[in-house]
């Protein structure tokens, strides 16, 4: 199938892409390169033997989409659907810049649909996020659980599976996949893409990165104080790479369906702060000095998820542990210093 990426230079937009290469799908890339690189190209040509067609465009710019579009339309071509990823995802920065995040997320998200649809292309895969929980009630959290959001980042998410559920509504004949990540990390163990993100990193990962890299003196744990085994913040981290072909077989449904269909992207397993820490310093050989901080404000006590749905309908689970998120993720820097 042709797939149109949106934010396919980004973390896992690349890995999706080498993916959806490697499975022998024709992948079409646009972003506006304003947190990745374009010479993640030429790391997906190596990784795959594919250079993907890519467009510099800013999903705030109808005509940049438009322009895509019409160049596959001149040739008698289409999508057959679109992965959307591109949209800013800092939690931090979107409560000091709400408008800014509410703008591009939400009207570029709404421009990509319209002309999705002036091109009668109607399918597409989302981006969402576990952020759409909030503080659940109880864990592992499935698909059907409440939903609550706290920071305007969040708030955006949620806003865009409401956008996309109702387009279902109105026209029977998109189809609309939503798939919610927990918390991604790693990289592929080439070391040649993975997670670079500009300046002080906001997740766990990129910051005992720069730690254990001697780029930052030393970790901040938020809060020891939560209730959870060590006192410290558990989460659902899965690897990048299964994240990628969560997408992958996620495609299937999205072309085969029409409605909207949601999905938690997880291992099902919880690891705290400390867990991530300890196996990293033990599987890299290297130390990543913390110190117990407060806890960070909006920071929930546990998030994991229940991906029983995704492996019966999607046939998918993720395979990676622990121990190799670590790795993957130190090897990337090492790789690329
Ligand atoms: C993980 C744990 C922190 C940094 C966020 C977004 C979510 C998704 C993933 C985009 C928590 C602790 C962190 C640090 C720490 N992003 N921590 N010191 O907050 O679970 O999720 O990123 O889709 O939408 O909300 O991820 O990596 O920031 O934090 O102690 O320097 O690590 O308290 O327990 P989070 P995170």
Known sequence: ??????????????????ELIKSGHEVVIFDNLSNSKIDVLDSIQTLTGVKPKFFKADMLNKDDLKQIFEEYKKENKNFDAVIHFAGLKAVGESVAKPV???????????????????????????????????????????????LHTTNPYGNTKLMQENILSDITVADKEWSVVLLRYFNPIGAHESGLIGEDPNG????????????????????????????????????????????????VCALNKVVNSTGVNIYNLGTGKGYSVLDVVKTFEKVNNVPVPYVIKGRRPGDIAECYANPAKAKEELNWEAEFDLERMCKDAWNYVKTNK
């Open 200 to 247: 002080i990193p906001n997740n766990l990962m990129p910051y005992i990165v720069k730690v254990a890299d001697k780029k930052i003196e030393i970790l901040g744990v938020f809060g020891d104080d939560y209730d959870t085994p060590d006192g410290t913040g558990v989460r659902d981290y899965i690897h990048v790479v299964d994240l990628a072909r969560g997408h």
């Open 100 to 146: 800014m995040y509410y703008k591009n997320n939400i009207a570029g998200t709404l421009n990509l649909i319209e002309v999705m649809n002036e091109y009668n292309c109607k399918k597409i895969i989302f981006s969402s996020s576990a952020t759409v929980y909030g503080s659940p009630k109880s864990v592992p959290i499935s698909e059907d659980f409440e």
């Open 1 to 18: 199938m042709r797939i149109l990426v949106s934010g396919g230079t980004g973390f896992i937009g690349s890995h999706t892409t080498v």
